[in-house]
C-alpha cells in the first residue's frame, strides 16, 4: 500500500458539533502532518507526528486536537469551530521527518 | 526569512503546446526542492524532488531543472494534455528537517 488516505471526503459541521478527522498509511512511514488548506493558497502546516509524539504545534487553536494512536493512524479532533476554519485539511507522510512527505486526499471541511 | 516565489500566478496554453514554470527560492540552509502537481480539492502530488547537487530531474513530460547558485528552479512541461491542468507548487526544504516553504503555485490551464 503506497498511498495516505483520508476520511471522509467532506464534512459539514456546526458549530457546537464535535467531529473527527481520519488519516491512515501504511507505508511504514513515522511521521506525519496535518496542514490546512485555504482556496488558492498554500498548504499551512498544523501539527507533526514523529515516532508516534507531537513534534511541532505550529501555535494552533486548542479547537484542533490531533491524535497519533499508532504509526498508521492520525485523527484530528475538532470541538466549537468558527465558519473560518472551513477549509481542506490534508494530512501527510514521511519515512522520517526531513524525508518526502506523501499527501492524501484531504478532507473537506466546511464549518456553518 | 525563508521565501519561495513562483511566476507565473497562472498561465493557459492550448494542448499539445509546451510551458516552463519558474521558482525562486531564498531557504537557508537549502536542503531540496521538490515541485508537486495539485488538482482542485485533492492532495498534492510529488512531480520531483531534487538536492543541490543535481541539475535536472525528469518525471515522464516534467522537466525540472534546479539552479542552486541562483537559487532558481524551472518545471518544463512537454506536449501538454488536458489532465496537465492543475496548480503546480513549489516546495523548498530548509536543512532543519521537516518544514516545506511552500510557494503560492502557478496555476496551469490547458485548453483543447
Known amino acids: 500500500d503506497t498511498e495516505v488516505t483520508q476520511t471522509p471526503k467532506h464534512l459539514v459541521m456546526g458549530m457546537t458539533n464535535k467531529k473527527s478527522l481520519k488519516c491512515e498509511q501504511h507505508?511504514?512511514?513515522?511521521?506525519m502532518y496535518w496542514y490546512k488548506q485555504k482556496a488558492k493558497k498554500p498548504p499551512e502546516l498544523m501539527f507533526v507526528?514523529?515516532?508516534?509524539?507531537?513534534?511541532i504545534n505550529e501555535s494552533v487553536p486548542s479547537r484542533f486536537s490531533p491524535e497519533c494512536p499508532n504509526s498508521s493512524l492520525l485523527n484530528l479532533h475538532l470541538h466549537a469551530l468558527q465558519p473560518e476554519d472551513s477549509a481542506l485539511y490534508l494530512c501527510?507522510?514521511?519515512?522520517?521527518?526531513?524525508?518526502?512527505?506523501?499527501f492524501g486526499p484531504g478532507t473537506r471541511l466546511t464549518v456553518l | 526569512k525563508n521565501q519561495v516565489e513562483q511566476s507565473p500566478q497562472s498561465l493557459i496554453i492550448l494542448e499539445g503546446k509546451n510551458c516552463t514554470l519558474q521558482?525562486?527560492?531564498?531557504?537557508?540552509?537549502?536542503?531540496?526542492l521538490r515541485w508537486y502537481k495539485q488538482d482542485t480539492g485533492r492532495g498534492p502530488v510529488s512531480l520531483t524532488i531534487?538536492?543541490?547537487?543535481?541539475n535536472t530531474k525528469s518525471n515522464g513530460r516534467y522537466t525540472a531543472t534546479l539552479d542552486a547558485d541562483t537559487k532558481q528552479s524551472s518545471l518544463h512541461i512537454t506536449a501538454s494534455q488536458l489532465s496537465d491542468s492543475a496548480s503546480y507548487i513549489c516546495v523548498a526544504l530548509s536543512g532543519s528537517g521537516y518544514a516545506l516553504n511552500f510557494g503560492k503555485g502557478t496555476s496551469l490551464l490547458v485548453t483543447p
Open positions: 501527510a507522510s514521511s519515512l522520517w521527518e526531513s524525508g518526502e512527505q506523501f
Open positions: 507505508m511504514g512511514h513515522r511521521a
Open positions: 531534487m538536492t543541490f547537487s543535481e
Open positions: 521558482c525562486n527560492y531564498t531557504v537557508s540552509p537549502f536542503s531540496n
Open positions: 507526528y514523529s515516532y508516534e509524539k507531537l513534534s
